[in-house]
């Protein structure tokens, strides 16, 4: 079955910091790939998204690039905030059926001044 | 544009007792889905309904049901409480399973349940 595996965490990173969480995926076809933002105490936000290989999601400096060939989609930061601290999900949704996405287990990010 | 709004945002219930949680699905969506997030953990997918219909549904056992209506709002109601029931339950509402693929979904701030 589908299948998402994002990197342990907390990551633990000083301000100004660059980012980069992990983020592999099994699927069958061709699946859209998401990354969710979840601050405390709050339901999940789209951050972005990638349809096909080789795309490139982007948002409020966060990017993530669709790799077929190596399965992958992790997510990047060049420089990273106190307010961006807040647990990362990495989710697909496959073609084909319902389209039911899959979650990853989330990835918390800790941010210090 | 009228995000996804849940209801209630924290209930506590007992062990047996059975409870009913709320959604509203964003304005034009008409795919609904619920999730059951344990503390430290990812969504748990528990089932989804497209206009009316229940449409796919995860491991979980049938005193956890739903309805969907016709203004696409939907309820969750899970009977026979458990303790490991507890847990932040999530909506989210897509424009469509092509939505779904494309745009993906947009989630509601949740209800924490606490069974004691």
């Known amino acids: 079955g589908d299948s998402v595996t994002q990197m342990e965490g907390p990551v633990t990173l000083s301000e100004e910091a660059f980012l980069t969480i992990n983020c592999t995926y099994t699927a069958t076809g061709y699946p859209s790939l998401f990354w969710y933002v979840q601050y405390p105490g709050e339901g999940l936000q789209l951050l972005l998204k990638?349809?096909?290989?080789?795309d490139k999601g982007s948002n409020k400096g966060f990017e993530a690039t669709y790799r077929k060939e190596t399965t992958s989609f992790h997510l990047e930061k060049g420089s990273v905030q106190v307010s961006d601290s807040a647990v990362y999900f990495c989710a697909l949704t496959a073609s084909g059926g319902s389209y039911i996405p899959t979650f990853g287990r989330g990835t918390s990010l800790i941010v210090h001044p | 544009e009228t995000g996804v709004t849940q209801s209630p945002t924290h209930l506590i219930k007992t062990r047996g007792q059975q409870v009913t949680l709320r959604c509203s699905s964003q304005s034009g969506h008409n795919t609904v889905s619920w999730y059951q997030q344990a503390l430290g953990q990812g969504p748990q997918f528990i089932f989804q309904?497209?206009?009316?219909?229940?449409?796919g549904r995860g491991n979980f056992p049938p005193r956890f049901s739903g309805l969907q209506f016709p203004n696409y709002s939907s309820e969750l109601n899970v009977n026979a409480l458990e303790l490991d029931d507890s847990a932040l339950y999530l909506c989210a509402s897509s424009g469509g399973t092509g939505g779904a693929y494309s745009y993906g979904y947009t989630f509601g701030s949740g209800t924490r349940l606490t069974v004691v």
């Open positions: 309904y497209y206009r009316e219909e229940e449409n």
């Open positions: 990638a349809t096909k290989a080789d």
